[in-house]
Structures are given as structure tokens and as C-alpha cells.
């Protein structure tokens, strides 16, 4: 049988134009399965980047947000570093999970900064960085920042290229007092710049025979490692030599652009010119490709024009220069540059790349993860109309299946429409998710089994999701010290989509031991005088229904990602350590925040806590909260204020409509800052609080003599006091 599955490798101009193409005219794709592997989540668009480092433009406006556009093209999007691929296995070696499979592929995984062998000792030693990738020499940019003073030792930008010199005049725009000198070989440098450069005050030197501060290394690029390796026909840059139809020639079905590759017969240096204009040949030959047909040539121009922005202090003016020939600087070209670049860079933020579905039932814009819960009162209207009414009144997150006199064993089970395109991560996820009931009582994850449906699509590529989505619940799994037992899988009969991994279901039924005598941490032991304390930011939900909509998101994704892969069974163990040192218990109550938001899952602790106290012939509850507490990932109060919410937003919000119309007195949740805030800072902070959670906060209610040991870890948002 065949595998068919077309990866494209990198986030470089070059393929997140080809993704926009796609977007933009369907029919030019590949009907095979098609997924992206990048080592970024962001590409920042290289033309701008001077802009950002002289302040003139934010990181944000930059930045292209490659996993939002796959996610539109219907492309699966792998945010990973590729360490090798192995042509004749058709293999990709991943840095921290399973390699990946494919039958087609795209390079184009840009390129990395030169490091001469004089300054290997000073990037060693963090005396120097390189100006590749960019995100992290914008963070090494930013550092310096604090040493803009005469007085400080001077900033050497190394380069006699383009980019070192268009590197340094944006430096000078961004620090009007540093000394800055430009190491570089003057005699390859156009006399008007050089001119130009003097009066920047930007001082040239030839040799590094003085005390410097920190260099930044802007010396030519080549490839990664791995492909320098690889006995691929290349030229002196260790760029990939391709025919005209865009293939290498040593393997079958390999593409090759932008600046990791080169036409054979048509040698060009690295551009970003280049790297566009050849997606329109790019797009046609894949698809003729995978349909057997002929391929197109390209022909790629001889001269690009390049425009060098030179960030004077008043009146913009950039150079233009085509071949050996330099004009300016004038403020023509620098509008015409402000034009390229920015019509450029708006294609990737129009509201025609959000796709919208006209279907009443599912759409693509509709959430995932734990956000495709049943509404809370439709889950207990059916459990009471079923006769289980104690499921509806008094939840736990797992239950007791065995007990001898030392142990017991818990069991749960939860899962969801896969949240992520990536089926090992979605995998990965869903298994931490699933493990999360678990800790919400207090155990230990032991075993698990999987129940999986597939996408009805080509057996070889269903067998790779499958292969994919087991060895990240296996993996997670034996992380925690539990063992996968089995499971089932069946496929699924609804309609498939691209990227058909979203088309993937998994639940898994979870088993946690409780030893030593511990007793399960229950929903309803809430005690007056507790506090409530959290282990986790919330707006999850936002962050994913912004990613939907096209909003750049640099700031929230790698802390939301980082969160949703990270176990917080450590968490249980420390409490039980510090449980060793007191010789008490610690938690009274406990809860995970998932589909229901904090206060779905709240109003569930304050009301079994109830239920227990009114039948112990105790006083009644009710919970103070802390408005201003509550901790969000970076951005999602931007995205409130944009009106971005979960799909599942409004069914948490009748819980607390249902909730806040009750006299205030007889309120079970209240808030200690309301009066203080106005409506609209009031409605954003409940907004956060409704918010359905994946891989969510963990939630404690305990005495409060314990804040202070749990502080570094957890933090407090509430007291409970009697109603």
C-alpha cells in the first residue's frame, strides 16, 4: 500500500507563503494528507526586522503566525526541531518525540548564522550572539538596552553584508548614545554608504584590537548541521542545488527553496524575493507531482532590487541598490520599502485567512479540547432524569474501584476531539488531561487504558496517526511510572476534514493508587477558615479561540504549550512531603478547573461541601473571591477585551447567571473587590473565570496556616467563610 503524506519542512517564507496560497485557492493543494514542521511557532518576517530593532515597528507586527495559518490551510503543524531525515527511509528524526513519516517533502528550513572560528570562544561565553534565529537576538537586543550611555564599552556588529550594515543604522536609531563600531572589510562596501555610515556615527574597524561590550554576529549563513552532513549536491554556501522544477536531484519527490536552496542553472544569492516569487511555481509543481504530472520550470530573475533602510534620526531615507548600482538615500524608497513590507506582511493578517464554515451543526471554528464538553445542565438534567442524581449533586473527579487495608485504587476517565493538529502532542495532552482527575484526588497515576477513533482515511496514513497517538499516551504514561494496559479503537463514520489528525478522538479511562492509608482528596471538605489556592494561570480557552481567529499570540503560546505537556503530579508529591513533616493533612477539598471554568468547577466544590455539612448538621459555606488574583497567560486580557472567548463560553456563563441572581447574602460565591471595580474591569475578570481549561489549574482548599509553605508553587484567590 502506498503512504502518501506531503511534510513541509521549516517556517520559512518560502513555505508559509505556499500555506497562504493554499488558503487562499484550495484547489492548488495536494489531495494527500499534508503537515508542517517547524521549530517556531512565529516567523518573523526578516524584511521587518531591522524595523523592530529600531523601534520603528512592535515584535508583533512582524511576526507571521505560522501555526494559526496551518491550522486554516488545514494543515497538521508540528512545532518540533528536525535533527536529521533520513532520505532513503523517507524518515524525519524529531529532537524529543517519535520521527515522522513521509512520501513527499519541502525544504525549506531557511538558514543559520556563519560563526567564524575567532569568535567561537565569544559565543561560547555569551559574548556574542549571532543575528539567526532572530527571536533570540531580539531577546539578547533587549538586554542591552540598559547600557545606552557614552560611558558604556562599545556594541560591535560584525558583517560587511546588507544585513549587518542595515543592522547597525537600526541599532543607532534604538540607542542614540552607545558607541557602536561595524567590524567588517570597508573595501566591499559602496562609498555613499560608507559615507552615510560615518555620519550615523557608526565607526568602521577592521580588527577587534579594543574593549567591546558584546558583539553580534551578522557573518553570512549556511546550513544546520545535519544537512552539511547529507551527501546532497550543494554550493559553497551549503545551500541545496536543485533543478529547475525545484527538486534535488539525488532522491525522488523532494523539493527544495528559499535560502537553503539553489537552481543548478540558475545561481542567485540568498533573498526573500527569491523565496516568494517561487511559490507560484512551487504550488503547481506539488500537485502536479503527486498527480503524475509533468512539472513546471522556474526562472528566477537575474537582479533583485534591494532597499536599505537607513533609520535617520528625523526624515526616513533608504538606499536603493540594483547590481552594482547605489541611489539614494531618499525618501522614495523608503515609502516604497514601507510598501513592499507592510502590504507584505497584511496579506498574513486579513480576515480572508480565517476560514468560516457555513454548516450549522460543526465548524471549523468550533473550540476543542475539554471546550467540547456537554453544558453542565445538560449533563445533570440527564443524570437526574436518569435516576443518578448523585452524580449531578455530588461529582468527584475519580472514584474508589478497589481497597485493601493500606491502599486504594482510583479510576477516571475523560478525553475529547483532538485540540492539536499534531497527533503525538494532541496525544501527549490529552494523557495529562486525563491524569489531572487523578491528582484532583490526590494519586498517583498507576495504569490507563485507551479508547481511540480514527479518521477514515488511507490505511497506511491511519496507521501512522494511530502509531502517533499511541506512543504519546505511552510515553506520557510510563513518564509517570504507569503502564498502558490496552484500549480499543474504532473508526469514526462522521465527515473528514484536512488536517484529517483533527479527526482524531481519544478517552482514556486512568487508574491512580492511593498508599500508606492516604484517604482521596474529595470536592465536598471544604472547611470555614480555608483558603483556596491555585497551581496554574487560566485561559487556556482564549488563547486557542484566539488562535482561531488570526490574532498573534508570541507572548501566551510557548507558556500555554509548555503548561499543557507539563505534569503536575510533582505538585501531589510535594504536598504528601510536606503531609510527612506536619503529620497532617493538608488539603480538605480539591478540584481540577476544566471545561466548566473555575467557577463551574468551584460552584461543584462550595455545593457537595454543602450537601456533606448539611447532613453532619454543619453551617453552610460560601466562598470569597479575590478578583485581582487570579493569573492569566500573557495576552488573554487583550484578547477579552477584543471579545475572544470559547465556543463553550456562553453555557459557562449561565452557571454564573444562575449564581450572581441570587441575593448577595445567600450568594455561595462572592467577590471581596466588586464594589471596587467597574463594570467593564468586572466582566473581563469573570470572563477569565468562565473560561473552559485543558490540562487546567488544580485547585486546593486548606487551612491557611499553609499558605505560606505552598506560595512558591501555588497561589491563593480565595477564602471559605460560613454563608
Known amino acids: 500500500m502506498t503512504f502518501n503524506h506531503l511534510v513541509l519542512i521549516g517556517g520559512g517564507h518560502s513555505n508559509v507563503s505556499l500555506l497562504k496560497k493554499w488558503l487562499m485557492f484550495p484547489k492548488l493543494m495536494p489531495e494527500i494528507p499534508v503537515s508542517i514542521i517547524s521549530r517556531d511557532s512565529h516567523l518573523v518576517y526578516s524584511a521587518l526586522f531591522p524595523s523592530v530593532i529600531s523601534k520603528s515597528i512592535t515584535l508583533e507586527e512582524s511576526l507571521i503566525d505560522i501555526k494559526s495559518l496551518a491550522k486554516n490551510a488545514k494543515v497538521s503543524f508540528i512545532e518540533e526541531e528536525v535533527k536529521d531525515i533520513d532520505f532513503n527511509l523517507k524518515k524525519i528524526v524529531l529532537s524529543n518525540r517519535p520521527s515522522v513519516n513521509y512520501s513527499k517533502l519541502v525544504l525549506n528550513y531557511g538558514s543559520q548564522t556563519i560563526i567564524p572560528k575567532e569568535f567561537e570562544s565569544q559565543v561560547k561565553n555569551r559574548n556574542a550572539f549571532s543575528i539567526k534565529p532572530f527571536l533570540s537576538a531580539y531577546d539578547s537586543i533587549l538586554k542591552e538596552d540598559i547600557f545606552d550611555s557614552v560611558n558604556e564599552l562599545p556594541f560591535v556588529i560584525v558583517g560587511s553584508g546588507l544585513a549587518a550594515i542595515e543592522v547597525s543604522y537600526a541599532l543607532r536609531k534604538r540607542w542614540g548614545d552607545r558607541p557602536l563600531k561595524l567590524l567588517c572589510d570597508s573595501r566591499k562596501i ?37 544537512v552539511q552532513k547529507k551527501l546532497l549536491d550543494s554550493d559553497s554556501h551549503s545551500r541545496i542545488i536543485t533543478n529547475q522544477n525545484l527538486q534535488i536531484k539525488s532522491f525522488s519527490g523532494i523539493f527544495a527553496v528559499g535560502d537553503c536552496a539553489v537552481v543548478g542553472s540558475a545561481k542567485r544569492p540568498a533573498s526573500g524575493v527569491f523565496a516568494v516569487k517561487v511559490v507560484n511555481t512551487l504550488v503547481q509543481n506539488l500537485k502536479k507531482d503527486v498527480e503524475g504530472r509533468s512539472l ?193 479503537t474504532f473508526e469514526a463514520r462522521s465527515f473528514v476534514n484536512k488536517p484529517y489528525s483533527l479527526g482524531i478522538d481519544i478517552s482514556l479511562t ?68 510536606f503531609q510527612n513533616e506536619f503529620k497532617e493533612s493538608l488539603v480538605n477539598a480539591a478540584t481540577d478547573i476544566t471545561g466548566y471554568g473555575f467557577i463551574g468547577h468551584l460552584k461543584e466544590m462550595v455545593e457537595s461541601s454543602n450537601l456533606y455539612r448539611q447532613s453532619n448538621n454543619l453551617e453552610p459555606i460560601k466562598v470569597l473571591l479575590d478578583l485581582f488574583a487570579f493569573k492569566a497567560y500573557p495576552g488573554v486580557f487583550d484578547l477579552i477585551r477584543k471579545d475572544v472567548k470559547s465556543t463553550f463560553f456562553e453555557s459557562n456563563r449561565e452557571i454564573f447567571d444562575k449564581i450572581y441572581k441570587v441575593n448577595n447574602q445567600k450568594r455561595i460565591i462572592n467577590f471581596l473587590n466588586e464594589k471596587s471595580l467597574d463594570k467593564k474591569t468586572f466582566n473581563e475578570r469573570i470572563s477569565l473565570l468562565l473560561d473552559p481549561q485543558t490540562c487546567g489549574p488544580l485547585l486546593i482548599s486548606c487551612n491557611r496556616k499553609y499558605e505560606n509553605v505552598l506560595k512558591d508553587k501555588w497561589y491563593k484567590v480565595g477564602e471559605v467563610v460560613k454563608m
Open 510 to 577: 486512568v487508574q491512580g493508587i492511593l498508599k500508606n492509608g492516604a484517604k482521596p482528596w474529595l470536592k465536598s471538605g471544604m472547611n470555614i477558615g480555608d483558603i483556596l489556592m491555585m497551581s496554574r494561570p487560566l485561559g487556556v480557552g482564549i488563547y486557542f479561540a484566539g488562535q482561531m481567529q488570526n490574532i498573534n499570540m508570541l507572548g501566551s503560546s510557548s507558556e500555554v504549550i509548555n503548561n499543557l505537556v507539563k505534569s503536575q503530579q510533582y505538585l501531589i508529591d510535594e504536598i504528601y512531603l
Open 190 to 226: 559602496n562609498n555613499k554608504i560608507l559615507k552615510s555610515l560615518r555620519n550615523s556615527n557608526i565607526e568602521l574597524v577592521e580588527k577587534l584590537h579594543f574593549d567591546y561590550g558584546k558583539l553580534l554576529l551578522c557573518t553570512g549563513n549556511t546550513s544546520p548541521l545535519w
Open 296 to 488: 513546471k520550470k522556474w526562472f528566477p530573475q537575474k537582479i533583485g532590487l534591494q532597499i536599505l533602510n537607513i533609520f535617520p534620526s528625523h526624515h526616513p531615507k533608504a538606499f536603493a541598490i540594483y547590481h552594482n548600482f547605489v541611489f539614494g538615500p531618499s525618501f522614495i524608497f523608503w515609502i516604497l520599502k514601507q510598501k513592499i513590507d507592510i502590504n507584505f506582511i497584511k496579506k498574513f493578517r486579513s480576515k480572508r485567512l480565517i476560514m468560516k464554515s457555513s454548516e450549522k451543526s460543526i465548524s471549523i471554528n468550533d473550540c476543542r479540547g475539554c471546550a467540547a464538553k456537554i453544558p453542565q445542565f445538560v449533563l445533570n438534567k440527564s443524570l437526574i432524569n436518569s435516576n443518578l442524581n448523585s452524580f449531578a449533586s455530588s461529582p468527584e473527579d475519580s472514584v474508589e474501584i478497589y481497597k485493601n487495608g493500606q491502599d486504594i485504587i482510583l479510576q477516571s476517565v475523560d478525553g475529547f476531539p483532538a485540540l492539536v493538529s499534531d497527533p503525538w502532542l494532541n496525544a501527549k495532552i490529552t494523557t495529562l488531561h486525563a491524569c489531572s482527575d487523578l491528582w484532583a484526588c490526590g494519586a498517583k497515576l498507576s495504569s490507563a487504558q485507551a479508547l481511540i477513533s480514527l479518521p477514515k482515511v488511507e490505511r497506511e496514513f491511519q496507521s501512522y496517526l494511530f502509531t502517533q497517538s499511541l506512543q504519546g499516551i505511552k510515553s506520557t504514561v510510563e513518564d509517570h511510572g504507569g503502564e498502558l494496559l490496552g484500549g480499543h
